[in-house]
């Protein structure tokens, strides 16, 4: 059932998109049939397009990445990730974070459910990974579609070049360790003989 | 949109800087009474004791990075990432008996400027004091821009107003009370952390327990758990190699070396040492439990502020803020006072003004330490975002002078053409890693090629050295060591 809201109205925002517009002289609510529908300036355009978008939308709006795929493996096992809901984005709005290891998405397994715009992704292990994102209302009422997936190919450096960089790192700081040590070790006998040497010259008067 | 930002209501962060910045200050005023000479203002009259000495070395080497980039090298490279930071503590291991070694073969030195130049000769010199100078004032850049950023995330204070404030309050109580009030602010700084970071890691540590904390790291994060990743194994030496050579280099860390009595240097850096080892490992963990504690990480260097305020509410949100303060400001204080002590003591002195009085050092110090904060805060205005980069740069740069430092100070046969060369081609081929490999390379092979060149030429053209030449004291000056100052 279509209604007009106030731009004072405090009415949660329900039915179909569930949105509420800021004030232009014009504010839009889908009510629930229990609702009460209040009077007030409105658009006819806006009006038009917001039914219109309704009836195609049927739910939240559609979430996408904002983050750009990447054409190459990544080297490193963490990665960020942002999404929108675009142009219908709202404060409001919640979103679906799933992850597969498969473009399918035969084994999904949810990653964030939240408000929150972007996540960093941690520990990821190498191989194929298959990302989607939704929006969704406050109230999970009701979800947009999924997102197109997201692939990420996660690729590490060669465990050889890495090695061999840990064993020069080793060599420099035990080369380094000894230098230290024995250097010191060294430097306590020079001044234990030297205070010795002195106090055999001053001698008892 | 960001929704880990401003954990801390804004007002209340503004509160807590004005006061935080007014007890510095009047702590900065306080201690500046002592400093009534030249020795007293750069050295600290050169007789701090052990508490001191220790708890100085454990606050200045606790960055805003201990406490942001920690987190976020455990989140990036998992169980190894969290102990490679923490070995960036070797530095201040290997550097307690060169402090002592320091301290004895140049009772009257005011800088490591005047260890290389009376060392190695000029060029030598040159070069050490491009490279310090570089890796100070982009350090220093770093803590002014991490100080605004840190308390825009956590209190919502805008950018240029907080960078400000940090800058402005570490100049002010640095003019006043020279390292005598950055050593003592020192010390209450290291207590605020120590206490702060052992409560919210013992308070989730309660929160959590380590069977669901695995579960879910194993679960979400795998790679975290895994011993064989390669970015991991490759950060580890080179994080190493790099603390150690921001040590084993900076003024930071030779101008306390001077300050601290003669039995102390030694201990005083084991103890910072072993104090600050477990920091980074503590800071480490909490950004490990953040799966489990169901926090979303958004930005990986906010984890430990955003963990400590979901288990403690608007208390950790305080006590972050006051870690933070903290971390920034022993840090600033210690760059201000050690690099206007180097271009006092090596350009200004040796180079401009030999004939300078206390007087007239005393001054010059403390216009350079205005403009260094002045130089700061004009490019920290600037909010280049690729300065942490920038500093990265200083890898190889600090990683060459492990060497010469080392070797200058122990061996007797060091060749100084060798050591400058070291310097000049540790930098220089380490860069060129940085750029065709990556910065986990660039450190470790600044270090290597230095160390390599060092070594071969000392073996094949030995230079005999007399160690009383680094003694500069005149012959009718007074013995430092009784010098009225800081005690412990």
């Given amino acids: 059932m279509l209604g007009f809201h106030t731009k004072t109205n405090s009415l949660p925002p329900n039915g179909i998109s569930g949105r509420t517009y800021p004030t232009n002289g014009f504010m839009f609510l889908f009510s629930n049939p229990a609702g009460i529908p209040r009077v007030s300036s409105f658009s006819f355009v806006t009006t038009l397009v917001w039914l219109t978008t309704a009836v195609f939308l049927g739910g939240a709006p559609t979430a996408t990445f904002v983050t750009p795929e990447p054409h190459a493996p990544v080297a490193s096992s963490h990665f960020s990730l942002e999404w929108t809901a675009g142009a219908d984005d709202d404060e409001e709005l919640h979103f679906e974070l799933r992850q597969s290891g498969g473009p399918d998405f035969a084994d999904p397994r949810v990653r964030y459910e939240g408000p929150d715009r972007a996540t960093f992704l941690a520990g990821l292990p190498e191989g194929d990974h298959y990302f989607q994102i939704r929006a969704k209302t406050p109230d999970a009422d009701s979800a947009g579609p999924w997102s197109d997936s997201f692939h990420l190919t996660i690729q590490y450096q060669s465990l050889t070049l890495a090695w061999f960089l840990f064993g020069v790192g080793a060599v420099v700081f035990l080369a380094t360790l000894v230098l230290v040590v024995a250097g010191s070790t060294k430097a306590r006998r020079e001044e234990k003989a030297e205070t010795t040497e002195r106090g055999a010259f001053s001698g008892p008067s | ?488």
């Fill in chain 2, 1 to 488: 949109m960001d929704y880990q930002s401003a954990v801390l209501p804004q007002n209340l962060g503004y509160f807590l800087l004005v006061l935080f910045g007014i007890i510095w200050i009047l702590l900065g005023l306080y201690w500046g009474r002592k400093a009534k000479s030249l020795d007293g203002f750069m050295v600290a009259g050169r007789n701090v004791g052990l508490a001191l000495g220790a708890a100085t070395a454990m606050a200045t080497w606790v960055t805003s990075n201990t406490t942001m980039l920690a987190p976020q090298f455990a989140l990036q490279l998992g169980i190894w990432g969290m102990i490679a930071y923490s070995t960036a503590s070797f530095g201040l291991f290997f550097f307690a008996p060169m402090a002592r070694r320091i301290r004895r073969l140049m009772p009257s030195g005011y800088t490591s400027g005047d260890f290389i130049r009376l060392r190695y000769g000029k060029p030598a010199w040159v070069v050490f004091l491009v490279i310090s100078l570089f890796y100070s004032l982009t350090w220093m850049i770093s803590m002014g821009m991490a100080g605004g950023l840190v308390l825009l995330a956590v209190a919502g204070i805008p950018y240029e107003t907080g960078m400000t404030a940090i800058l402005l309050v570490c100049v002010l109580y640095t003019l006043f009370g020279g390292l005598y009030a950055v050593i003592g602010t020192d010390f209450i700084q290291s207590i605020l952390i120590l206490v702060g970071v052992v409560v919210v890691g013992a308070v989730i540590y309660t929160r959590i327990d380590f069977e669901t904390t695995y579960a879910a790291v194993a679960v979400d994060q795998p790679a975290l758990l895994m011993v064989l990743v390669p970015a991991a194994i490759m950060a580890f030496f080179n994080n190493m190699l790099f603390g150690m050579g921001e040590i084993f280099h900076n003024n930071v860390w030779w101008s306390r070396a001077f300050a601290m009595r003669r039995n102390v240097a030694g201990k005083a850096y084991w103890l910072g040492g072993l104090f600050w080892l477990p920091i980074p490992v503590a800071v480490g963990f909490i950004a490990l439990a953040s799966a489990s504690l169901g926090i979303n990480v958004i930005r990986p260097d906010m984890v430990g502020p955003v963990a400590a305020t979901q288990v403690l509410g608007f208390a950790g949100a305080i006590v972050v803020f006051i870690v933070i303060f903290c971390s920034l400001a022993s840090s600033i204080d210690s760059l201000l006072a050690a690099t206007s002590d180097l271009l006092t003591e090596d350009v200004y002195r040796k180079a401009i003004n030999p004939g300078a009085n206390e007087a007239t050092l005393r001054r010059t110090n403390q216009l350079i330490i205005g403009l260094l904060g002045l130089v700061t805060w004009l490019i920290c205005r600037l909010n280049i975002g690729t300065l942490a980069e920038i500093l990265f740069f200083a890898g190889p740069l600090v990683g060459s002078t492990i060497w010469p430092v080392a070797a200058g100070l122990f061996w007797k046969r060091t060749n100084p053409t060798g050591a400058f060369a070291a310097m000049l081609l540790g930098s220089l081929i380490g860069l060129i890693c940085y750029f065709q490999i990556g910065w986990y390379t660039a450190s470790l092979v600044g270090a290597a090629v230095s160390m390599v060149i060092v070594i071969t030429t000392t073996l094949l053209w030995p230079r005999d050295f007399d160690w009383k030449t680094l003694d500069e004291t005149p012959p009718d000056a007074m013995e430092p060591s009784t010098q009225k100052g800081a005690s412990s």
